[in-house]
């Protein structure tokens, strides 16, 4: 037996720690072990409810419009608050940009290394490249000249030994499958996808006055002006820069991202079989109608791998564990907390960092383990998009057979990491393919002249309630988030929140049960222990945030651990 440690588990938000059991060439046990502590539930305590999406934002500074959004859902949810369509569809083309932007960042630069070898590029024939490209899409850049000169930058970057973002990877690893020429394509796109990816969104600097940490949201709507003929407010003018932008990214994202998807696919088929996880799917649904509330992406739960039905989401249904978390409840090991119960007490005191001494057998992660009715449950664009296509929802349905027929696999194939990386680009495409939508329905209501951005309907603390209690769920770039609310007094009583990654970084919970990551990487081939891709194929398919899901800083930046392969 060998045993694995991968930590930092790099090209993610936050820290993470992955332990791994080999026996004859697979993993027969693993564990997730987060090693930051994240405390801002308790900062929000005592605090205004109307400031809690200010803070909650700083969770991460990635992830920072999508706790804005679920924060303020909390809040309105708690107060029966109902937004303007104005401002409901101005929300829509913040989140909806911030995933497509998000999705091409991670494709590109968190998880292409895993399957591309940048190496090999340098030994690619442009002209054969150039074929290539032009044989899957005919964006304007698939030329000779274009590739030819990518190859010269990379030679020349190599040439002065500063690898940057390049430095650390398993170059010429042999589970790398890629001809020299789909290694060339697709670095050059990793280039081109860092100067699209700004520019797009500059919808943000637009509508929430910078990026990251949007500063427009508003429990009750938004705080920024509509008014097609005002210079101080979003005019036509900006308008039509929005629409403009939201074009460029729907073109890159049908003619670049989707097809460098499907050409790295079809090198890695075997990960159709590989990553499958613990077989249980729970959305939250997103992008409410401004008129009739109805979630374009649908809602739901599939349990055990069935597509035949689609069970109801209950956010009572929530509750976290921590019987392997270093955290412990006043009711005890082995009861869950629902979020409105729940508390954020640091368990351990000792002299050292827990993580020097990790224990799997005990306590070993500062991440909860949410369970939804006991279950383990998966959460992000595959989940997303099974829900949504055992829902019958016909633009899921389109895009994942369009994919399913070009990679000549069955729907069997989405049950795994190669399925989970299909869905983050099938969901960028159907929401960069809906932008334009939401953008002219504000466009359509605000030429009838309806300017509201915000209902002013209960805004003063004295109209609510002495106590309340709310939940706002948001269907992130990596997956359910929930954001959960008690108010006594007009002043927050307790806050949680149930981030992607609490989800799937989960450790065991009190019946020993597995959480997403670590059951998906059972069975997963490993061709070299010392250098463990595999594990990061896996992994960074759910793209991880664990910026989000805790938190902890050694301000002296001194290295806390170096761990080999024993």
């Known amino acids: 037996m060998t045993r694995i440690v991968v930590d930092p588990i790099t090209r993610i938000e936050g820290h993470l720690r992955i332990e791994a059991e080999v026996n004859g060439g697979r993993i027969t046990n693993a564990w997730s072990s987060s090693t930051m502590f994240r405390g801002i539930e308790k900062i929000l305590k005592g605090r205004d409810p109307r400031d809690a999406w200010f803070f909650t934002q700083r969770f991460c500074g990635v992830c920072t419009t999508v706790h804005s959004i679920a924060s303020i859902r909390a809040v309105e949810n708690a107060l029966n608050i109902k937004v303007p369509p104005n401002a409901e569809s101005i929300r829509n083309i913040i989140m909806g940009i ?125 705080a920024i002006p509509v008014d097609p003929d005002s210079q101080n407010a979003l005019n036509a003018d900006k308008l039509a820069e929005i629409g403009g932008l939201l074009k460029k990214a729907k073109e890159f994202v049908e003619k670049v991202y989707i097809p460098d998807l499907l050409a790295v696919a079809s090198f890695y088929k075997d990960w159709a079989g590989i990553g499958a996880g613990v077989g249980n799917y729970l959305s939250c649904g997103e992008f409410p109608d401004p008129v009739s509330g109805r979630l374009f992406f649908p809602a739901g739960i599939v349990l055990g791998r069935d597509l035949s039905k689609v069970l109801p989401l209950d956010h009572r249904k929530v509750a976290e564990y921590v019987d392997h978390s270093w955290y412990d409840y006043s009711g005890g090991q082995g009861k869950g907390a629902h979020p409105w119960e729940g508390e954020t007490e640091a368990r351990y005191s000792g002299p050292k960092p827990p993580y020097q001494q990790l224990d799997t057998d005990r306590k070993y992660s500062w991440v909860k383990a949410p369970r939804y009715e006991e279950r383990p449950m998966e959460v992000g664009p595959l989940a997303k998009l099974l829900v949504a296509y055992a829902s019958g929802h016909t633009p899921t349905r389109d895009a994942v057979g369009f994919v399913l027929k070009q990679l000549n696999v069955g729907p069997e194939a989405l049950f795994s990491t190669l399925g989970r990386t299909a869905a983050r680009g099938l969901d960028c495409l159907i929401t960069a393919q809906e932008l334009p939508t939401w953008h002219a329905q504000l466009v359509d209501n605000m030429g009838k002249g309806d300017l509201r951005v915000h209902t002013g309907e209960k805004w003063d603390p004295a109209t609510w309630p002495m106590e309340a209690a709310g939940y706002g769920w948001h269907e992130a770039p990596r997956g359910a988030l929930g954001h959960w609310i008690k108010i006594r007094d007009q002043k927050i009583l307790n806050y949680q929140a149930v981030v992607p990654s609490t989800w799937n970084a989960s450790p065991r919970d009190h019946k020993g049960q597995r959480g997403p990551y670590e059951e998906a990487l059972i069975g997963t081939p490993i061709a070299d222990p010392n250098r463990p891709v595999e594990i990061l194929r896996t992994i960074h398919s759910f793209d991880p945030c664990l910026a989000c899901a805790v938190h902890l800083l050694d301000t002296r930046g001194n290295e806390m651990v170096r761990v080999t392969v024993k």
């Open 98 to 222: 911030q995933n497509v932007q998000d999705h091409v960042i991670h494709f590109y630069h968190l998880h292409a290394l895993d399957w591309v070898d940048i190496t090999s590029a340098l030994q690619a024939d442009p002209a054969r490249t150039a074929q290539l490209a032009a044989s899957i899409s005919d964006w304007p850049l698939n030329s000779f000249t274009y590739f030819k000169g990518i190859q010269e930058r990379l030679k020349a970057f190599v040439a002065k030994g500063r690898l940057g973002p390049f430095a650390n990877a398993y170059w010429g690893h042999p589970a790398m499958k890629l001809p020299p020429e789909a290694n060339l394509m697709a670095t050059a796109h990793y280039l081109e996808a860092l100067e699209w990816q700004k520019d797009v969104i500059r919808i943000h600097a637009i509508l929430g006055s910078k990026n990251p940490h949007p500063q427009t949201f508003l429990v009750g709507g938004m």
